[in-house]
């Protein structure tokens, strides 16, 4: 094969290599496209899912719209605002501890006067059989934080009964209750300083 019949497949293998390319990516781009309604729909569905785990009952809202970003140690937090007639009756956000494996994502709904609603974990790396056990699928520990609140238990029974508190611990593995029940009283603190913004109720605050 001589240099000019070389100099011309290798061409026509380039321009052949970037259609390709141009094709494959155009295709990406389209299913991406037509997905994203889809994902995003999958996602709001899973939210609205986690939202009504920790709040109980009806409001009349759509609370996915209803939203306020407060500053937290770790970040922005968007709170989930539920209303009845227009007034803030409770809120939900997420708090996160660190435990064993790594963080520990939850989420909580907080009543107006600041009880809990309800708690659950979003998210966790703990170690299946041990750590896990804050799933209520596993075992019902989460549920002993509806009701309580800053107040009840005192601020120094915010902890398991190894360290002196109210909360339950599992056998070999005090470390990931410890980060949850530390996760949420941050919550609640995090309520407590910033309660007039989160229900809406701040000077100046017209929402």
Known sequence: MNLQALRARLSYQ???LGSVVLLTSGALALASRTTEADIQA???RD???SLAQVLPGQYDNDLLKDTVMIAAPDGEVTVYRARRAGKVEAVVFQTVGRGYAGPIVCIMGVARDGQLLGVRVL????TP???DKIEPAKDPWIYEFKGKSL???SADKWAVKKDGGVFDQFAGATITPRAVVRAVKSGLELFAREKPRMLGEAKGDQS
């Open 123 to 126: 998210k966790h790396t703990e």
């Open 42 to 44: 999958a996602a709001a």
């Open 151 to 153: 107040g009840d238990p």
């Open 129 to 131: 059989g041990l750590g």
């Open 14 to 16: 380039t321009l052949l």
């Open 47 to 49: 939210l609205k899912q």
